[in-house]
Nanobody, 125 residues
Framework: QVQLVESGGGLVQPGGSLRLSCTAS????????IGWFRQAPGGEREGVAC???????YYPDDVKGRFTISRDNAKNTAYLQMNNLKPGDTAVYFC???????????????????WGQGTQVTVSS
């Protein structure tokens, strides 16, 4: 069964850090593009970090320098390290996998084949 499972979400104070994990089963992540997305209530799903299998990276400006995507192929797991979190980062976070990398539109949701169920991140004092 093909599955992506996120974990690591929770409540954190502004300025704090969280590391999200995304473990794949039923397929291998090592030749896939991995994306992390988030969706706030009433908002659209937006990409926050993407990584091709060759190491290409994408971060939008509002998270650049604060978020880091990585992967451990031996564990078939991807990670999103989030530092200096802000209330505006509050959302449900999803990981996704794609068989392709499109450098001009790496965060286009339609390009991703598999999605996790999401994990809630709340940044509040």
């Amino acid at each position: 069964q093909v599955q992506l499972v996120e974990s690591g979400g929770g409540l954190v104070q502004p300025g704090g850090s969280l590391r999200l994990s995304c473990t794949a089963s039923g397929f291998s992540l090592d030749r896939r593009t991995i994306g992390w997305f988030r969706q706030a209530p009433g908002g659209e799903r937006e990409g926050v970090a993407c990584s091709s299998s060759d190491g290409d990276l994408y971060y939008p400006d509002d998270v650049k320098g604060r978020f880091t995507i990585s992967r451990d192929n031996a564990k078939n797991t991807a990670y999103l390290q989030m530092n200096n979190l802000k209330p505006g980062d509050t959302a449900v976070y999803f990981c996704a996998a794609s068989s392709s990398w499109y450098p001009n539109i790496p965060d286009l949701t339609a390009l991703y084949d598999y999605w996790g169920q999401g994990t809630q991140v709340t940044v509040s004092s």
